[in-house]
């Protein structure tokens, strides 16, 4: 034989091995019907318990909406008794931190309900001019909004209005009633 037989041959019982022995087969393992039926009632009953909790915070939500009588700058608003105001101190815009944690819990809210946009009232007390406390309640409805916005709220979902002193939550003429009038109060614009 000569050496190129050889080889021709070598390449050739190498080849027929090669083909013989094959790839090796991949083992299987099926779970058992069992499982997957356990697993499934687990998934299907944790999405019914969202369900329901979905439609009980819903209907939560709209047990508190009351229309408001005059319209708001996005059409017809509703209050919600779930939405808290936030207070300023006097000729102040910055959030205080006991009102932060209201407008966490309105955050909370808002993220059960993506579709619902709300708007900002920026309000004042009686001291000040008319244009003063108008730029100090937008400055004041603006914060809010800003607030929200950093901690996950769109800000597509917000619209702010000021009414500067126009509008007071208490009509009364001393410090009691001007902490009451220097807020943010918030409505809802859509569900």
Known sequence: ??????????????????????????????????????????????????????EAAKKELEKSLVAKKEPG??????????????????????????????????AALLMKYHSVKIQIEGHCDERGTVEYNLALGERRANSTKNYLVSIGISPERIST???????????????EAWTKNRRAHTIITAK
């Not at 008794?81 to 966490?104: E, N, Q, T, W």
């Not at 009414?163 to 009364?172: A, F, I, L, T």
């Open 161 to 175: 209005i000021s009414y500067g002193k126009e509008k007071p939550s208490d009509p009364g003429h001393n410090e």
């Open 1 to 54: 034989m000569t050496k190129k037989s050889f080889i021709l041959f070598t390449i050739l019982i190498l080849c027929i091995g090669l083909m013989m022995t094959g790839c090796p087969k991949k083992t299987v393992m099926k779970e058992e019907p069992s499982v997957k039926k356990e697993e499934a009632a687990k998934v299907e009953a944790e999405r019914a318990a969202k369900g329901r909790e979905a």
């Open 73 to 106: 700058i996005e059409g017809v608003v509703f209050e919600s008794s779930l939405l808290k105001d936030i207070r300023f101190d006097f000729d102040k815009y910055d959030i205080r931190p006991g009102d932060a944690a209201l407008l966490k819990g309105n």
